[in-house]
T-cell receptor, first 117, second 115 residues
């Protein structure tokens, strides 16, 4: 079974703090993703990585950065947390596209609920 | 750009009722389509998927058919159980290597099933 773990289930931070959210996977997947989940908006992609040290912006990258120094670990960084970054953050992993360009299943961690005061 | 629209929720049903959650999409080319489910306190997990037109995905009694002519992928189950209470997300992944398998999600539909 794929296991995707996130460093914290709940986190409370203050405005202006630097926040690190970590995601670790044990399935040797190349692709890793960070989403935020907000009621009525579904999941929105923040950043993704398709290889070590490689990263691409998603749909809402502003205010975030990422780091992938090892294949199994993908970190999301909030450089200066703000109240509008209060949300549920979900990490996911997947193998590369399959034959014919077919998308593989994404496997999700349990999420980190971040509150910024 | 790509987008996914799900029916407004929340949906409340009695046990053994029939379930339909509508999902329509906008995308270029031939995307893959997915339904993910999120049980309380957990991350998302794949429920079913379809990768080409007229494909039917099925799992745990749930079904959805990829309809290219109506750009839809509606989720159905003939008889829901209390344990099906969860949030359901429709998603698509654009075709092609440069997509890297990124998913575009709908807003989610909360389903509550009462005994």
């Amino acid at each position: 079974d794929v296991k995707v773990t996130q460093s914290s289930r709940y986190l409370v931070k203050r405005t202006g703090e630097k926040v690190f959210l970590e995601c670790v996977q044990d399935m040797d997947h190349e692709n890793m993703f960070w989403y935020r989940q907000d009621p009525g908006l579904g999941l929105r992609l923040i950043y993704f990585s398709y290889d070590v040290k490689m990263k691409e912006k998603g749909d809402i990258p502003e205010g975030y950065s990422v780091s992938r120094e090892k294949k199994e670990r993908f970190s999301l960084i909030l450089e200066s947390a703000s109240t509008n970054q209060t949300s549920m953050y979900l990490c996911a992993t997947a193998r590369p596209l399959q034959a014919g360009g077919v998308t593989d299943t994404q496997y999700f961690g349990p999420g980190t609920r971040l509150t910024v005061l | 750009g790509n987008s996914v629209t799900q029916m407004e929720g929340p949906v409340t049903l009695s046990e053994e009722a029939f379930l339909t959650i509508n999902c329509t999409y906008t995308a270029t080319g031939y995307p893959s389509l997915f339904w993910y489910v999120q049980y309380p306190g957990e991350g998302l997990q794949l429920l079913l998927k379809a990768t080409k037109a007229d494909d039917k995905g099925s799992n745990k009694g749930f079904e959805a058919t990829y309809r290219k002519e109506t750009t839809s992928f509606h989720l159905e189950k003939g008889s829901v159980q209390v344990s099906d209470s969860a949030v359901y997300f429709c998603a698509l992944s654009a075709a092609g290597g440069t997509s890297y398998g990124k998913l575009t999600f709908g807003q989610g539909t909360i389903l509550t099933v009462h005994p």
